[in-house]
């Protein structure tokens, strides 16, 4: 008889742990869903919401690369880029697109915006209001499209260099 109650607890220990096992499971799965399908909850970054930038692409009937291009017409030979605004293709983040115009004054960029950025989850909204700034203000610098990733946010790096890299092909002198 001892034999068999000691099965019976057992069989009981090892069903108690499948059963909290499933349970932790269950929560993760349940915990992970959540996180990929909730609305966002922050703010746009301050650098976007004062800045008149929306969240549609623009495009011209005309142009084949996907972006448009506002120019004022005056370059200097010196010049690297021609002046005016250049609005640069939708790149693909995974998470959503990218899309950013450079406005170039005296040959020189002195603005990068970004007209769309992956902002449909709470986490995307989080990295991309860190990363953002730090993209424009390195591409400013290297006045050119050739920046650093930021860790943490490589898929819209890359879609921000890809973007900006159609723009300044418009602006080129």
């Known amino acids: 008889m001892a034999a068999y109650q000691f099965n019976w607890r057992l069989i009981m220990s090892v069903v108690k742990q499948i059963v909290l096992g499933l349970a932790v499971l269950g929560v993760f799965v349940v915990y992970s869903l959540g996180i990929r399908h909730e609305a966002p909850v922050l703010p746009k970054p301050p650098s976007l919401a004062s800045s008149g930038a929306v969240s549609t692409p623009s495009t011209s009937a005309g142009s084949s690369s996907g972006g448009t291009t506002s120019s004022s017409g005056t370059s200097s030979s010196s010049s690297k880029y021609k002046d005016g605004t250049f609005t640069g293709s939708v790149a693909d983040a995974y998470y959503g697109s990218v899309q950013v115009s450079a406005t170039i004054s005296g040959g020189k960029i002195t603005a990068v915006q970004f007209l769309q950025y992956p902002d449909t989850h709470s986490t995307s909204i989080e990295i991309n209001s ?41 602006a080129q002198a």
């Open 130 to 170: 860190q990363a953002m700034p730090y993209l424009q203000q390195e591409a400013i610098q290297a006045q050119s499209a050739n920046v650093s990733i930021v860790t943490g946010a490589t898929l819209t790096s890359q879609a921000f260099v890809q973007s900006l890299t159609t723009a300044l092909s418009q």
